[in-house]
């Protein structure tokens, strides 16, 4: 049976779970508030239901790095993204106060202050201002939506309160033609040419799919480029059928690699700057890095106005598709067709 103890001006209350004494407080002046309090528990208690003291009291703060650490556990390639949000966005504006106190209306203000905000770019006369799109918002109130479920779902929220999202005006507008490519390619150093030809005729990511590529997932006697399970987007591996244009492509990537192997040098991966010998991770770091500094330096003569990177995927999407008709029409092709056609629902 609970008991009622009085703290100075505060009434607490004891009770018993699984035979341990649980202590805590009314945080009113008014025994009639804590003897509700303690019978509250007590049939909590009775009925197996869980009883947790800290209940609704739990800050945003200790909920965010409860999130972090889930995203820690299941190894998600966006931890440091989720991080970036949290610290700079989230944590300022809802940092130290209880969860349960975050409101719709407190909601709606966070949208408010960050569709004011100006995201500043390049300096001097590169300088360009831009405001932040209901894209970026929409990923922050994702996460927020994150950390209220996540909050209930361990027991230390009940109520989650409504989420508002933003329209996303994402419509893509235009297309990266191939002469535009070939203005691209011109302005690249030679290493990175076919690694930026790759992404232009399958449509993969450069920076996760593209550059990690090795030679273990080219099969020329299949005709396929193969990627393993848990390197893609969605986690699932993936196919793609040689075209005339691709195989013409690895097949000098393929002579490259003979003439260093002749030469004693072992490189596993497709796509290696010229010069480098050493064959590691940091290669792909820097190819990256240099397509990107390159790609910016060219922007004024080789970018059409209209056109971004989700553009030039969909482009590339768009000549896969149409060069469908010089693959082999089995199972890997259709698998290859599948994917870029989920692509270009997005």
Not at 51 to 60: A, D, M, S, T
Not at 65 to 89: F, P, Q, W
Not at 185 to 193: F, G, N
Not at 213 to 224: C, G, I, P, S, Y
Request: aromatic share 6%.
């Amino acid at each position: 049976m609970g008991t009622l103890d009085r703290r100075g001006a505060v009434w607490w209350i004891k009770y018993y779970q699984n035979g341990r004494g649980m202590r805590e407080s009314s945080h009113s002046r008014k025994e009639s508030v804590a003897k509700r309090l303690l019978k509250l528990r007590e049939g909590d208690i009775e009925h197996g239901l869980p009883v947790n003291p800290k209940l609704n009291r739990i800050r945003f703060d200790e909920t965010a790095e409860d999130l972090k650490t889930e995203y820690a556990v299941n190894g998600r390639r966006s931890a440091d993204e989720l991080e970036r949000r949290i610290r700079l966005h989230l944590i300022p504006h809802f940092g130290g106060r209880r969860l349960a106190a975050i409101t719709t209306p407190e909601i709606n203000t966070f949208i408010l202050k960050r569709q004011a905000d100006v995201i500043v770019m390049g300096e001097g006369d590169q300088r360009k201002e831009r405001n932040v799109s209901n894209g970026e918002i929409n990923r922050e109130l994702t996460t927020l939506k994150r950390i209220f479920n996540l909050a209930r779902q361990n027991g230390k929220l009940v109520q989650v309160p409504h989420i508002p999202m933003l329209k996303e005006r994402n419509v893509r507008t235009g297309f990266f033609e191939r002469e535009q490519l070939e203005r691209v390619l011109d302005l690249l150093p030679p290493a990175v040419r076919p690694a930026v030809q790759f992404a232009y005729i399958t449509g993969w990511r450069i920076p996760s799919e593209v550059l990690p590529l090795q030679w273990r997932h080219v099969d020329f006697e299949a005709r396929v480029v193969r990627l393993d399970p848990h390197t893609t987007k969605n986690d699932e591996g993936r196919t793609f059928p040689f075209t005339d244009a691709l195989q013409q492509l690895l097949e000098a990537q393929k002579a490259e690699h003979d003439r260093l192997k002749a030469e004693e040098v072992l490189c596993p991966w497709v796509y290696r700057q010229e010069g480098q010998r050493q064959a590691n991770h940091s290669l792909h770091e820097s190819l990256e890095e240099g397509m990107r500094k390159d790609w910016n330096s060219g922007s004024h003569s080789a970018r059409p106005p209209t056109h971004g990177r989700s553009e030039s995927r969909a482009r590339r999407h768009s000549r896969a598709r149409r060069d469908a008709v010089d693959r082999p029409q089995n199972t890997l092709g259709v698998r290859a067709v599948q994917h870029r056609e989920r692509m270009r629902s997005r």
